[in-house]
């Protein structure tokens, strides 16, 4: 198991560190949901027909659902 760069805290909630602005944590947020887009787009790519299988899913839940 690697070696954390900071101590394990018991106290916070999912080992945030307490420390950790508001700033910081939208940044580890915007990587991740970059990362989390880029495996999208690569999946996307890799296996075609499940992509447009979901794109036709996608669109038909949005013509059936109503406001």
């Not at 101590?7 to 560190?17: F, K, L, N, Q, V």
């Not at 887009?37 to 296996?47: F, G, M, P, S, T």
């Amino acid at each position: 198991m690697p070696e954390l760069p900071y101590p394990p805290d018991d106290d916070s909630p999912r080992g945030a560190r307490p420390e950790e602005t508001d700033a910081e944590r939208r940044r580890r947020r915007a990587r991740f949901l970059r990362e989390l887009a880029e495996a999208r787009e690569l999946r996307d790519r890799v296996q075609p027909r499940r992509a447009k299988t979901a794109r036709l899913r996608h669109a038909m839940r949005m013509r059936t659902f109503r406001w």
